[in-house]
């Protein structure tokens, strides 16, 4: 059974950056797509990110266009959303998600995902 683990996060300033890691357990993380998704306090979670399983094919939301990369390190059966330029409007719960096993690409809905981590704040405040 995949098991996502996250870590990372925390509080940081207008303009900062941030890395979040996702690390897989109880299965290879090499046949998974993986998404990042965020939900603010009263929003829905929203779509942020995705890589497919081999990393060639990556999307991201509009809004984090530019700023945010999403990456894989299948090696060590982690993917990592590198934030940079974090702006207050970035702040939310941040999830990362794998879809049902063998799913090498996957898109922005959430419906796609079968399996979650555990979340991780991030908060962007002066």
């Known amino acids: 059974q995949l098991q996502l683990v996250q870590s990372g996060g925390g509080l940081v300033q207008p303009g900062e950056s941030l890395t979040l890691s996702c690390a897989a357990s109880g299965v290879t993380l090499d046949y998974f797509a993986i998404g990042w998704f965020r939900q603010a306090p009263g929003k829905e979670r929203e779509f942020v990110a995705t890589?497919?399983?081999?990393?060639?094919?990556?999307h991201y939301a509009y809004s984090v266009k530019g700023r945010f990369t999403i990456s894989r390190d299948n090696a060590k059966n982690t993917v990592y959303l590198q934030m940079n330029s974090l702006k207050p409007e970035d702040t939310a719960l941040y999830y990362c998600?794998?879809?049902?096993?063998?799913?090498?690409?996957?898109?922005?809905?959430?419906?796609?995902?079968?399996?979650w981590g555990q979340g991780t704040q991030v908060t962007v405040s002066s």
């Open positions: 890589i497919s399983w081999s990393g060639d094919y990556t």
């Open positions: 998600a794998a879809p049902s096993p063998g799913t090498l690409i996957a898109g922005r809905f959430r419906g796609e995902y079968d399996y």
